[in-house]
């Protein structure tokens, strides 16, 4: 069936540093690819979201790259602040939208 | 504009219980998806209403069941709970018709099985 694995499952940087999570996915039908941030006790709030015919897209801050050959794509997030220390969730959507495990940032000031 | 709403914000049954939980979706969308989220992991799909039918399923038993209604609000029920049934549940909104597939979470329920 349809599968998303997320890596790292936690990830710990500087207030400054970039950070990177990556996703692959399993059905290569998937043709949209969005990014949810959910903080704690909080609903998960969608902050990017690209296309399968698009290989990137930036918005401030944030940018994700798209590698369809691959089936993988990430999540970039540049000049991190500790207001960006949240679990962020990937997901896919075939016909299904498929969620990754989450990975749990953490900016130290 | 309000935004999707769950209802009840929290919920304690025990084993073998039913439970209904609630969902209105953010203005204009029309179509209703639920998730599943145990600690610690992402949100599992559960079925997707779109025109009072379920369109599409995960890999859920048949205990779980929903309904939209004609005015696109949503329920979820779960017969015969289970322990491993407790989990945040999430109502998410989107509008098939406008073909917008950006997903809306509610702020969910959170069900307790003792």
């Known amino acids: 069936g349809e599968n998303v694995e997320q890596h790292p499952s936690t990830l710990s940087v500087q207030e400054g540093d970039s950070a990177v999570i990556k996703c692959t996915y399993s059905d290569s039908a998937s043709n949209y690819f969005p990014w949810y941030k959910q903080e704690l006790g909080k609903r998960p709030q969608l902050i990017i979201d690209?296309?399968?015919?698009?290989g990137e897209k930036k918005d401030q801050r944030i940018a994700v790259t798209l590698n369809k050959t691959a089936k993988h794509f990430s999540l970039h997030i540049t000049e991190t602040q500790p207001e960006d220390s949240a679990v962020y969730f990937c997901a896919a959507r075939g016909g299904k939208l498929i969620f990754g495990q989450g990975t749990e940032l953490s900016v130290k000031p | 504009d309000a935004g999707v709403t769950q209802s009840p914000t929290h919920l304690i049954k025990t084993r073998g219980q039913q439970v209904t939980l609630r969902c209105s979706p953010k203005s204009g969308h029309d179509t209703v998806s639920w998730y599943q989220q145990a600690l610690g992991q992402g949100p599992q799909f559960i079925f997707q209403y779109y025109e009072e039918e379920e369109r599409q399923r995960g890999n859920f038993p048949d205990r779980f069941s929903g309904h939209q209604f004609p005015n696109y609000s949503s329920e979820l029920n779960v017969n015969a709970l289970l322990l491993g049934d407790s989990a945040l549940y999430l109502c998410a909104s989107s509008s098939l018709r406008a073909q917008n597939e950006k997903l809306f979470f509610g702020s969910g329920t959170q069900l307790s099985v003792l």
């Open positions: 690209i296309r399968s015919n698009v």
